[in-house]
C-alpha cells in the first residue's frame, strides 16, 4: 500500500485531528528549545570554566533550528500564521536560510521528492557517494557556501529558479539585503567585542556537521520512487533527537501527509507504520549503513 492508500483508508475524524494545529504545542516546544538556546548563550557569555565545550551543544541547537524553519514552511507549527511567518524570518536570518526562498526551494523538493533530475535538493551533485564527498557534506562547506550564494544572487537581482514564483522575486532580493546587511554588521561588532563569535558564529560552524548527519537520513539511499513511504525514511530514535528536531525523523509520514504538525507526527506513525518502507533503528544504524555503501575515492 502506497502513501496515497494508507491515507485515503484513514477516517475523516482522524485525519481532521491529525491536522490540528496548535499554538499552544508550538510555543511551548518554542520556549523550551529556547530555554535550552539561552542556558548555553548565557554560560559562554560569562565564560565560566571550560565554556569551550559548550560551543558544541550551543552549535547543534543553533543549526536544528533549521528544523524549525522548515516546519513553518508548510504553516503547521502554529495555528497563528503569522507565528510561522515571524519564526521563519527569524530562523533564515540566523542560519543563512532566506526563508522566501526556502519556503518554494521545499515545497519543489516535496513535489520531486528523490528525483534526481527534479528535486532541487539533488542539484549540484546529489548526495554523497564516495568518502571525500561525505567528508565535504559533513564539514558544512556546501550548504554555507550555498545559503550565502542564494543571498548574494538574490541581493543582486538573479532569481532564475523555475520553482520561484516571480511575483515574491521583489520580496526576496530585500529579504536577502536585509540579511546581508545584519551579518555585515554582525561582522563589523567583532571589533568590539568577540561574543557573537563565541555564541553564534564558531558554534554554527561546529554544530552543522551534526544536521548534516541527521538530514542525510531523511532520503539518503531511498529509491527514486514516487511512494512517500518509500522515497523518504523514519528514523526512530530517542526523544531528545525527537524533540531538537521537531520530530521530523517521522519523515516518511511527514513527507506522506504535510499538513500533520510536529506534535501529532507520532500518531501518524502508529498509522502509517505498517506500511513504511524505509526505517532505521537510529541515526547509527544509518550512518554505518551509509558508510558501507560509499565508494573508495581516485
Not at 482522524?14 to 529556547?34: E, M, N, V
Not at 533549521?66 to 500564521?81: G, K
Not at 515574491?168 to 563569535?197: D, G, N, Q, T, Y
Not at 517521522?250 to 500518531?267: G, I, M, N, T, Y
Amino acid at each position: 500500500m502506497d502513501h496515497v492508500a494508507a491515507l485515503a483508508a484513514l477516517p475523516a475524524a482522524t485525519k481532521a485531528d491529525l491536522t490540528d494545529r496548535s499554538d499552544r504545542a508550538g510555543l511551548l516546544h518554542l520556549a523550551g528549545y529556547l530555554v535550552a538556546l539561552g542556558f548555553f548563550t548565557a554560560l559562554i557569555a560569562a565564560q565560566v570554566p571550560f565554556w569551550p565545550l559548550l560551543m558544541l551543544p550551543q552549535g547543534i541547537l543553533l543549526c536544528f533550528l533549521f528544523t524549525l524553519s522548515h516546519e513553518c514552511t508548510h504553516r503547521t507549527p502554529f495555528r497563528t500564521p503569522w507565528l510561522n511567518e515571524l519564526c521563519g524570518h527569524l530562523i533564515g536570518g540566523l542560519i543563512v536560510l532566506p526563508f522566501n526562498w526556502f519556503r518554494y526551494f521545499h515545497l519543489a523538493h516535496h513535489k520531486h521528492t528523490n528525483q534526481p533530475d527534479r528535486d532541487p535538493e539533488l542539484q549540484g551533485g546529489g548526495r554523497p557517494r564516495t568518502f571525500r564527498q561525505y567528508a565535504r557534506h559533513l564539514s558544512g562547506w556546501g550548504y554555507w557556501r550555498g545559503g550565502y550564494g542564494v543571498l548574494l544572487s538574490h541581493a543582486a537581482g538573479r532569481i532564475d529558479a523555475p520553482y520561484l514564483p516571480a511575483g515574491r522575486h521583489r520580496a526576496m532580493r530585500i529579504e536577502a539585503r536585509v540579511i546581508l546587511a545584519l551579518h555585515a554588521a554582525a561582522l563589523l561588532s567583532l571589533a568590539f567585542s568577540p561574543l557573537l563569535l563565541w555564541v553564534w558564529i564558531v558554534p554554527a560552524l561546529i554544530g552543522q556537521p551534526f544536521l548534516r548527519l541527521y538530514l542525510l537520513a531523511e532520503h539518503g539511499h531511498c529509491p527514486p520512487v514516487a511512494d512517500m513511504l518509500e522515497n523518504s525514511r523514519t528514523t526512530y530514535t530517542n526523544r531528545a533527537i525527537r524533540a531538537l528536531a521537531w520530530n521530523m525523523p517521522f519523515h516518511a509520514e511527514h513527507h506522506s501527509f504535510p499538513a500533520v504538525p510536529f506534535h501529532k507526527l507520532p500518531d501518524l506513525n502508529k498509522a502509517l507504520a505498517p506500511n513504511l518502507r524505509s526505517t532505521s533503528e537510529g541515526y547509527t544504524e544509518f550512518t554505518g549503513q551509509y558508510l558501507r555503501g560509499l565508494r573508495r575515492d581516485g
